[in-house]
């Protein structure tokens, strides 16, 4: 395995969600020797970096200009999670640059180096499902996926030309299902549907879903594949650490929950009765809604990886009641 003490690490967009819980899980390996970089702006971020070890931070900028200039040092491993990951983000050129342009320098960069990257790519890439939701890194496969949103269409890019120029055999790109869990507080209308239906409970004893538009699934029937991010991070640094996995990764449970089923399993955590009620869908949303995502794992599995994702009920009960409940909603080394 490549990781151990020693290993050089870089993480971007190291303050965020996953990418915080990725420095947890690095801690928790004895490996301190770690680089952030982020844009820390003016939200709650940064409490994910306070209980976390590592021995430099530097903003995502000042990050992209020493790699034009020559002025950073080689790293072992890179952990790329910095992007813009709002689904509703309008600015095409803002999500191109960010979740592309950046993308590939610091994997050109690093791969020239010497290093091991790792990327986060998405399941938004697969736009509605229909043309399968396959890990292949074949240019066929790459080719007839269709993104819903600009967000996804900007990781997309990034899969299309890795896999076009070769660099995907050198490299690893992690298509993340619906990840929840400690360190997303920061994301405001981008938290997991498990943060927010808390939040409801909590504030207001109900859960608002969307209602469905489709006659083939019931109001709250929609289907998510659901990830505890504990599992995200042992999954991508089980990637991380085996030098000869390369090409794309579907990371998710490889099972397909329901709304209701997160709802009860909320109410159940918190040890409420239920009370669900059904909302409308806001109109620009409705052309551009996934119904269904389930990831096939069976790649991940072949890496070696055997951990099963926690149950969704046990998943939702560790978020609530050790992190949420407690008004502790950063990961923690030592949990």
């Not at 918190?270 to 790649?299: C, W």
């Amino acid at each position: 395995m490549l990781l151990d003490p020693n290993t050089h690490v870089l993480v971007t967009g190291g303050a965020g969600f996953i990418g915080s819980n990725l420095v947890r899980g690095l801690n928790q390996r004895g490996i301190e020797n770690i680089v952030i970089a982020d844009f820390l702006g003016s939200d709650e971020k940064w409490r994910n970096l306070v209980p976390l070890k590592f021995v430099d931070y530097l903003e995502a900028d000042d990050l992209i200009a020493r790699v034009q200039s020559g002025r950073l040092a080689n790293f072992d491993v890179v952990l790329h999670m910095g992007a813009c990951s709002s689904t509703t983000e309008k600015d095409a050129r803002y999500l191109a640059q960010n979740n592309y342009d950046y993308t590939r320098q610091l994997a050109e960069w690093t791969v020239e180096g010497g290093g091991r990257f790792v990327y986060a790519s998405s399941a938004a890439t697969y736009g509605d499902g229909s043309a399968g939701m396959s890990d292949s890194a074949e240019m066929e496969n790459l080719g007839a996926l269709r993104p819903l949103n600009m967000y996804g269409y900007s990781k997309h890019l990034f899969d299309v030309y890795a896999a076009r120029t070769g660099l995907l055999e050198r490299c690893a790109g992690l298509k993340y299902f619906n990840i929840f869990g400690p360190g997303e507080q920061h994301k405001g209308e981008m938290r997991s549907i498990v943060n927010k239906a808390f939040s409801q409970v909590r504030d207001t004893g109900v859960i608002r879903l969307f209602r469905s538009y489709r006659s083939e699934y019931r109001d709250g029937e929609q289907r998510r594949d659901f990830l505890y991010v504990k599992d995200a991070a042992a999954m991508t640094l089980h990637i991380a650490g085996d030098i000869d996995a390369s090409g794309l990764f579907n990371i998710g449970a490889g099972r397909a929950d329901t709304w209701l089923d997160i709802a009860h399993a909320v109410f159940a955590a918190m040890g409420r009765e239920p009370h669900i009620e059904f909302i409308d869908m806001p109109v620009e949303m409705r052309s551009n809604y996934q119904y269904t995502t389930l990831a096939d794992i069976s790649k991940l599995h072949e890496s070696g990886y055997d951990e099963p994702a926690m149950p969704l009920s046990e998943a939702v009960r560790d978020y609530i009641q050790e992190y949420l409940a407690k008004g502790e909603a950063s990961p923690t080394p030592s949990t």
